[in-house]
C-alpha cells in the first residue's frame, strides 16, 4: 500500500469523513496520485458503510 | 468527410459566442465549480496532470444551446425532437474510427489517466457524469442510455442502476442467468446523440436509430475492442467491460443530481473496465449537474407528452417541461379544446413515464409566462372537479417524498400524480374570461411623450 493510501486509511479509521473532506486534507497531492491512493483502499475493500449508505 | 461529433458541435457554439475557452491550467477538482460560473459552454484547453487531454462542460445548460444542437428556434425544439425521431435511420457500421486512436487492454488499463472531475460537495467520489452507454440483450437488442460511473479503482467504476431502465432489465436479465452484461460506454459524442440516449424509448425501439433519425444521417458506430458492442465512431472516449454478476450491492454515491438535490448513498453494481479507447487528444466531457441534464431531459419529455396527446387525439398547442421541475417532473399543455379534452390531456400527459404534475389550458395562455399560468389556474379550476390524483404510479427513487429509503436494495417506489385540468370548464362562457384591455392602448404610444 503507498504511504499515502495508509494516510489515507489511518485518517479514516480514526474519524468517517466525506470524500471531498479527504480532498481537502490533500490539495497538494496530484489528482492522479490521490485518485491512485483512493482506489488502493477500495481494491482493499477498506471503505466501509452501513446498510443506510452512512 | 467525418461525421459530426462533439468536437464539431464544439466549434458550432465557439461559432455563436457561446463557448468560453480557459487556457490556464485547471486542477480537475476545479472543473466542476468554474464550468458553472459561465453563462456559455467552457472548454478548459490545460488540465493539470493530464496533457493530452482538454474538457469541455456546459454544453447544452440553456435552451438556446440545445436549440443549436436541434438546428431549430427554441420554441420548436419539443415539436422538432418529435418530428424527427418519427423517422428513425438505422445505424452503419466503420471500419476504423477516431474514438480508437488509442487503445489501452489489459495492464494499460487506468482510469486515473482520465480527468476524472470531483464535482460536488457530498459526493462519493469522482464522477463521469455524461455518457452514451451501450449494452445487447439477445433477445431484445441493442440499447443506449445515460447512466454516471463513480471512480473506484484503476479498473473498476460504480454505475446507477437504480431506477428502472433497458439496461436495468438486460442486466436483471444476465444476473438471472449468473452471467455479467457487457457494456460500452462512449464519453464525449454530440449532443443529438444524447438526447437519443435519454430518451425512453420502448424496449423494442432503438435509441441508436433514433440519434440518426435526430441527425438526419445514420449514426456511425465502430466494433469494441473487447466486447461485442458497437459506439459511436466519433466519440472521444470509450470504456469497454462488464457489470459484474453481483446485483445492487456495492455503494455508489452520493451524487449531486439532476433533482438538484444531493442524492444518498446507493447499492448498485460494479463496472470492470476490460479496455479504454479514446482519440489521441481526446475531449473529455463533463456534463454539469443539475441544468445541464435537466436541459437535455426538457425535450425528451415534452416530446413524450405531445406524443401522448397525439394518441389520446388532443391537439396540442405549445408544451413545456419546466427546468424548475428538472425537465422531468412536470408538464405544461396549451391545446385546442373539444369538450372533455382538458381531461383526455391530462390523462394522458400523467402517462408519461417520470411525470408527477400536470397543468393543461387553452391556447389563449402561454404558458411560458408563469403568471398567465397562475391566472388560468386561479380562474379555470374548480379542485373538487378539475384535479386528477393517480396513486401508486412509478417513481423516481431521488424524490425524497416517496421515502425510497424504506425499500432496501433494488427496490422501487411509487408516487401519486396529480393533474390540473386548467382548461375553460365546460358551461362557462369563453365570454367569462374577456381580459381587461386600457382604453386606447391600440391608438397611442407611451415614447411619443416622452
Redesign the interface.
Known amino acids: 500500500m503507498s504511504p499515502l493510501a495508509i494516510t489515507l486509511r489511518d485518517t479514516l479509521q480514526n474519524e468517517a469523513k466525506?470524500?471531498?473532506e479527504m480532498?481537502d486534507l490533500h490539495?497538494d497531492v496530484?489528482?492522479?496520485d490521490f485518485?491512485?491512493a483512493?482506489?488502493?483502499l477500495?481494491?482493499d475493500d477498506l471503505?466501509k458503510?452501513d446498510e443506510?449508505?452512512? | 468527410m467525418a461525421q459530426t461529433g462533439f468536437r464539431e458541435f464544439l466549434n458550432d457554439l465557439d461559432r455563436a459566442g457561446q463557448l468560453k475557452k480557459i487556457t490556464k491550467p485547471v486542477?480537475?477538482?476545479q472543473m466542476s465549480a468554474l464550468g458553472s460560473q459561465s453563462p456559455t459552454a467552457t472548454l478548459f484547453e490545460t488540465i493539470?496532470?493530464?496533457p493530452e487531454w482538454r474538457v469541455a462542460t456546459g454544453l447544452v445548460s440553456s435552451r438556446a444551446r440545445l436549440a443549436i444542437a436541434m438546428g431549430c428556434a427554441e420554441n420548436r425544439i419539443a415539436f422538432e425532437f418529435e418530428k424527427k425521431s418519427a423517422n428513425p435511420i438505422d445505424p452503419v457500421v466503420v471500419e476504423s474510427a477516431p474514438c480508437q486512436e488509442v487503445v489501452m487492454q489489459g495492464d494499460e488499463v487506468d482510469?486515473?489517466?482520465i480527468?476524472?472531475p470531483?464535482m460536488?460537495?457530498?459526493?462519493?467520489?469522482?464522477y463521469i457524469s455524461g455518457t452514451f452507454a451501450v449494452s445487447r440483450d439477445a433477445e431484445y437488442g441493442s440499447n443506449a442510455g445515460s447512466y454516471r460511473l463513480m471512480?473506484?479503482?484503476?479498473t473498476?467504476t460504480g454505475i446507477d442502476l437504480v431506477s428502472p431502465s433497458d439496461m436495468r432489465f438486460y442486466y436483471q436479465r444476465a444476473l438471472d442467468k449468473g452471467e455479467s452484461l457487457p457494456i460500452a460506454i462512449a464519453v464525449g459524442v454530440h449532443p443529438l446523440d444524447m438526447l437519443a440516449a435519454s430518451y425512453k424509448a420502448p424496449i423494442d425501439t432503438s435509441e441508436l436509430a433514433l440519434a440518426g433519425g435526430l441527425r438526419g444521417e445514420a449514426l456511425e458506430m465502430v466494433k469494441c475492442k473487447t466486447v461485442d458492442l458497437e459506439v459511436p465512431a466519433q466519440a472521444e472516449l470509450v470504456l469497454e467491460g462488464e457489470l459484474l454478476p453481483i446485483g445492487w450491492s456495492a455503494?455508489e454515491?452520493?451524487f449531486g443530481e439532476f433533482s438538484q438535490i444531493s442524492g444518498?448513498?446507493?447499492w448498485n453494481p460494479i463496472f470492470r473496465v476490460s479496455c479504454i479507447t479514446r482519440r489521441k487528444d481526446p475531449i473529455f466531457y463533463m456534463l454539469q449537474m443539475p441544468w445541464e441534464n435537466d436541459w437535455l431531459a426538457a425535450p425528451v419529455t415534452e416530446a413524450a407528452g405531445l406524443q401522448a396527446l397525439r394518441i389520446a387525439s388532443v391537439q396540442p398547442v405549445d408544451i413545456l417541461a419546466p427546468v424548475g421541475a428538472c425537465g422531468y417532473w412536470a408538464l405544461v399543455a396549451s391545446i385546442k379544446k373539444r369538450p372533455g379534452e382538458g381531461k383526455n390531456a391530462v390523462a394522458a400527459l400523467l402517462s408519461v413515464a417520470e411525470v408527477k404534475h400536470v397543468i393543461v389550458t387553452d391556447d389563449d395562455i402561454n404558458i411560458h409566462d408563469p403568471d398567465e399560468l397562475d391566472w388560468a389556474v386561479a380562474f379555470r379550476v374548480q379542485a373538487d372537479k378539475d384535479a386528477i390524483i393517480i396513486s401508486g404510479a412509478r417513481a423516481k427513487h431521488i424524490d425524497p417524498s416517496v421515502k425510497s429509503?424504506e425499500l432496501g436494495k433494488g427496490g422501487l417506489p411509487t408516487t401519486a400524480k396529480l393533474g390540473i385540468d386548467a382548461t375553460i370548464p365546460e358551461g362557462v362562457p369563453r365570454s367569462m374570461y374577456r381580459r381587461i384591455k386600457n382604453y386606447a392602448k391600440d391608438r397611442v404610444r407611451l415614447e411619443d411623450f416622452e
Not at chain 2, 460536488?120 to 469522482?126: C, E, S, V, W
Open positions: 466525506q470524500f471531498d480532498v490539495l496530484p489528482w492522479r485518485l491512485r483512493w482506489g488502493e477500495r481494491a471503505l458503510r443506510a449508505g452512512d | 486542477d480537475p477538482r493539470e496532470g493530464y482510469l486515473t489517466s480527468p476524472f470531483l460536488h460537495l457530498f459526493d462519493g467520489g469522482p471512480y473506484r479503482t484503476p473498476e455503494d454515491g452520493p444518498d448513498v446507493k429509503w
